[in-house]
C-alpha cells in the first residue's frame, strides 16, 4: 500500500473524528444538555441495531472477497440476510408498541419519532455494507468520505436550524441527524451503482451464507463485548441516572475521543509494521519495547497536560458543562489506554490467539458494567467516566498478561506502575478534587516527575525536532 493510499484512508477517521470533536461541543450552544443527551441515544442504538443486525457477515464478506470469483454474488448473499432480519425485527418492534423505540430513548411517546429512528438505523445498516464495496476496491477517498460526510451533514444541519430559527427541540437534532445518514446511503449507493447492478443479476449462493455464517457469527460475540466496552457507560447513564448527565457525559467524550485520532494514526502504522517484521523473520524484541516506552511517554503526558489544561474547557464551554473539565482526565484514560495495549498485546495477534482478545473485552465489558451500576448512582456523569477508565485499565492489564503467556515475557512493572498511578489521579479529580487548586498541583507535579522518569523518550524527541526543524 502506497504512502498516498494510506493517507487516503487515514482521511476518513481523522476528518470524522475531528468533527465530531467540534460538531458536539458546538451543540452545546444552542441545544439544551438534554437534547445532547438524547442524541447520543440514537448514535448508540444505531451502532448496536449495525452490529447485532449486520450477523458477522460484514466481516466475512471482507474475509471472502479477494478469493472469490463472483464478487457481486457475494455481496449479495452477504448483504441481503442482514437486510431482510433488520427489516423484520424492526417492523416487528413498531407493530407491538408504535412508539417504543422513543420511550426508550428518548422517554418520548412519539410516532414521528420512532420512524425516524427506525429510516436511521436502516440506513446506517446498509451504509455500513455498502461502504465495504469502496473499501475492498481500494477506492480510499470514497470510503474515507464516507465516514467524514455524516458528521460534516449533521454538523451543517444544525447550523441551518439555528440559521434560519427553526425549533431547537431535541427532534429537530434526531432529525438532522438521520437526514444526514440517509445523503451519505444516498451517495455511496450512486458511487457503488454499477456493482449494485452486477448484483441485481445474481442469486444467492446458501451454500455460501452457511459459510459466511460460520465465519461471522462468532464475531458478533467479540463485537457486541467490545460495543458494550464502549458505550456501556451511555447506556446506563440512561437508566440509571438522567438526560442531563448523559449530556455532560457525552460531550465530554466527544472531546476525549480526539485520542482516537493519535490512536488511529499509530495503529494503522504499528500492525502491519510488526506483521512485516515477522514475515521476514526480523523481529527485534527491543525495539518493540523501545515502542512501548514512547508509547507510554505519550500517553502519561497527554493525560497530563488535559488535566493541567482542562480549566480552559470553561470558557468554550456553555456554564451548564462545567463538569467537563474535571471529567475530561478519566475520559482520556480509555483510547489512551487502549492504544498502549496494542503495543504491549502484539503478541496474541502473532501468535494467532485472537479469541483471547475477544475474552479480555467480554471481561472489561463486565467490570465496567459493575462499576457504572455501583457508581453512577451516586457520582452520575464522574461515575461512568470512572468506571470506563477502570474497565479499560483491566482491558490493557489482561491483554498485557495474555501476551506474555503466548508470546513471551516482557518488561511490565515501570508501565504498570506509571498505569495505576495516571489512573488513580484521574479518578481522584473525576470524583473528588473537581476543578481546584489542589487538582492543579497534582497534575503539575505528575507532569514534572515525567520529565526524569521518561527522559529517554524526551531526548529522542528532541532530536528529531532538531533534525526536523534546524
Aim: net charge positive.
Amino acid at each position: 500500500m502506497t504512502v498516498n493510499k494510506v493517507l487516503s484512508y487515514l482521511l476518513g477517521p481523522v476528518g470524522a473524528g475531528l468533527l465530531g470533536v467540534i460538531s458536539l461541543p458546538l451543540i452545546t450552544w444552542f441545544f439544551s444538555v438534554e437534547a445532547v443527551g438524547k442524541i447520543s441515544m440514537l448514535q448508540v442504538a444505531a451502532s448496536f441495531t449495525v452490529l447485532l443486525c449486520s450477523l458477522g457477515l460484514d466481516q466475512s464478506f471482507i474475509r471472502e472477497f479477494h478469493e472469490t470469483n463472483n464478487q457481486a454474488q457475494l455481496f449479495k448473499t452477504a448483504f441481503i440476510p442482514p437486510v431482510l432480519f433488520c427489516v423484520v425485527t424492526l417492523l416487528a418492534v413498531v407493530l407491538i408498541d408504535e412508539t417504543v423505540i422513543s420511550k426508550l430513548l428518548y422517554s418520548e411517546t412519539s410516532i414521528f419519532l420512532t420512524i425516524v429512528s427506525v429510516i436511521c438505523f436502516f440506513s446506517a445498516l446498509c451504509s455500513r455494507f455498502l461502504s465495504l464495496i469502496l473499501r475492498m476496491q481500494e477506492r480510499a477517498i470514497a470510503y474515507s468520505m464516507g465516514q467524514v460526510l455524516p458528521k460534516l451533514g449533521f454538523l451543517l444541519f444544525v447550523l441551518t436550524i439555528v440559521w434560519f430559527g427553526f425549533s431547537r427541540h431535541f427532534s429537530n437534532l434526531i432529525l438532522a441527524n438521520t437526514l444526514s445518514i440517509v445523503i451519505v446511503l444516498l451517495v455511496f449507493v450512486w458511487n457503488t451503482k454499477a456493482f449494485l447492478v452486477s448484483c441485481l443479476r445474481e442469486s444467492i449462493d446458501f451454500k455460501k451464507l452457511q459459510q459466511l455464517v460460520r465465519y461471522g457469527f462468532p464475531l458478533i460475540v467479540g463485537g457486541l463485548a467490545a460495543w458494550g466496552l464502549n458505550v456501556m457507560d451511555k447506556v446506563l447513564l440512561r437508566g440509571l441516572s438522567s438526560f442531563t448527565e448523559l449530556g455532560i457525559y457525552s460531550v465530554t467524550m466527544s472531546i476525549a475521543n480526539v485520542a482516537i485520532l493519535f490512536s488511529s494514526v499509530f495503529n494503522l502504522i504499528w500492525a502491519p509494521l510488526v506483521f512485516k517484521w515477522v514475515g521476514e523473520n526480523k523481529v527485534d524484541y527491543q525495539k518493540i519495547d523501545a515502542v512501548s516506552e514512547h508509547v507510554l511517554a505519550a500517553v502519561f503526558f497527554i493525560i497530563c497536560l488535559s488535566g493541567l489544561l482542562s480549566w480552559v474547557l470553561q470558557f468554550l464551554l456553555p456554564a451548564d458543562y462545567s463538569a467537563v473539565q474535571y471529567l475530561i482526565s478519566a475520559c482520556l484514560v480509555g483510547p489512551l489506554f487502549y492504544m498502549l495495549s496494542e503495543t504491549t498485546a502484539v503478541g496474541i495477534t502473532i501468535s494467532r490467539k485472537t479469541s483471547l482478545s475477544m475474552f479480555a473485552s467480554i471481561f472489561a465489558m463486565l467490570v465496567n458494567a459493575a462499576g457504572n451500576f455501583l457508581l453512577i448512582p451516586k457520582f452520575g456523569a464522574g461515575g461512568a467516566a470512572v468506571s470506563t477508565a477502570i474497565a479499560f485499565f483491566i482491558l490493557y492489564l489482561v491483554r498485557t498478561e495474555f501476551s506474555k503467556i503466548v508470546w513471551r515475557k516482557m518488561p511490565f512493572l515501570k508501565s504498570y506502575i506509571i498505569a495505576v498511578l495516571l489512573l488513580s489521579c484521574a479518578i481522584v479529580n473525576a470524583l473528588y478534587l473537581k476543578a481546584n487548586s489542589v487538582a492543579l498541583l497534582m497534575w503539575a507535579g505528575l507532569f514534572v516527575v515525567g520529565f526524569f522518569v521518561f527522559k529517554n523518550s524526551l531526548s529522542l524527541l528532541c532530536k528529531f525536532l532538531v533534525r526536523r526543524f534546524a
